[in-house]
């Protein structure tokens, strides 16, 4: 069965930045699209940066743009998202999703497990 693991979370100062990984298993990831999608403690769960299937459209969101970078690697079935200029505001845990067709439309066929981001005013 498919899988998404994430890693690369952790406690970090504002300011700082921090580099996401979701490493896919099984056949479906290339020609997938991604998502990252973030839930702060009492929130729910909100949509970060996407990108699609061959890595040349990117789409984030209000609060991501200009500090957040999404991309992929197929060749090591893994996803990115580098975080800079990271705020309080940005804690929460992170996952990454596989869209069901080639370009994100929020078909969610799949959720990596997530990792912890926490940062420190």
């Known amino acids: 069965q498919a899988q998404l693991v994430e890693s690369g979370g952790g406690l970090v100062q504002a300011g700082e930045s921090l580099r996401l990984s979701c490493v896919a298993s099984?056949?479906?990831?290339?020609?997938?699209?991604m998502g990252w999608f973030r839930q702060a403690p009492g929130k729910e769960r909100e949509f970060v940066a996407s990108?699609?299937?061959?890595?040349?459209?990117?789409n984030y969101a209000d609060f991501a743009k200009g500090r957040f970078t999404v991309s992929r690697d197929n060749g090591k079935k893994s996803t990115y998202l580098q975080m800079n200029n990271l705020k309080p505001d940005d804690t929460g845990t992170y996952y990454c999703?596989?869209?069901?067709?080639?370009?994100?439309?929020?078909?969610?066929?799949?959720w990596g497990q997530g990792t912890q981001v926490t940062v420190s005013s």
């Open positions: 999703a596989r869209e069901l067709g080639g370009d994100w439309s929020g078909r969610v066929a799949a």
């Open positions: 099984g056949r479906a990831f290339s020609n997938s699209a």
């Open positions: 990108i699609n299937w061959v890595g040349l459209r990117a």
